[in-house]
């Protein structure tokens, strides 16, 4: 990490130091290269002396997995289902070995834990730490979003003050003043706009992905100690969707308990 920062603040020093030495007199490639320079490069390695780089991955993951949040809980539920009609009618066996199969996450652990005869308490104890990490590990990425929504028109700012240090230091035409002063305002432009047309909208989005997922991640605890009780699917599938719904996630409305299919092991997850 003290690594990361001393190349970010050397990064940071690059680019200022480019900037001092750019010549840009008028609107064109290289004054948008240079606005663009400050604000994104500048945004970038400030953001990078404060988070380690690993979680600026970790945030543009969280960014991809929140435009398909609402399919993933129906999936959700169908799997619980599934894995709960396995563990009635097949025993444990067989629901260890699909707990193999399942992609890493909050349902795959509780899966595991039933198989390892984990006790109930101790079940939905781990499921509530491991839940609690991940809320944790999506409000440092939200931070970190909000963090850069504030950098962006500070740079944005920052690089407007360098192009009208090096205007006003060599004032030889005031003719082409006009000309540098319109690059001058350029980085102030950026930095606005990919503020509150970028930064903060993707904020707002993890925002509500994270309150989507914390719901997601009760109705798979609730899941989980319904398939531990070995609860019957439909009642499970029902309880599930009801409890969806009452929480406000969109999705399909909750069935009758006495008119929903049960799906047969071989279905698709």
Known sequence: MIRQAVCSLALLAIIFAVTFNLEVKEMGFASNFFALLVVLG???????????????????RLLQKSFTVREEMN????????????????????????????????????????????????????????????HNQCETAHKMLYNMARLAPALGLAGTIISLIRIFGNISDPQNLIGCMAVALLSTFYGVV???????????KLREYMDLNELQMDIVQEGILDLYDQEHPRAIRYKLETLSATLGIPGRAPRRAGLVLVPTPGQAK
Request: with cysteine.
């Open 42 to 60: 500048g945004t970038l390695a400030a953001t990078l002396i404060a988070y380690p780089l690993a979680k600026l991955a970790w945030t543009a």
């Open 194 to 204: 990919l503020a509150n047309i970028c930064f903060v909208p993707l904020s707002n």
């Open 75 to 134: 999936t959700t539920i169908e799997g619980i289902v599934r894995l709960a009609h396995i563990y009635r009618s097949r025993g444990i066996r067989p629901l260890e070995q699909e707990a193999a199969s399942l992609p890493p996450g909050l349902l795959k652990t509780g899966v595991e834990l039933i198989a390892y005869h984990t006790s109930r308490d101790k079940v939905e104890q781990i499921l509530l730490k491991e839940a609690l990490c991940t």
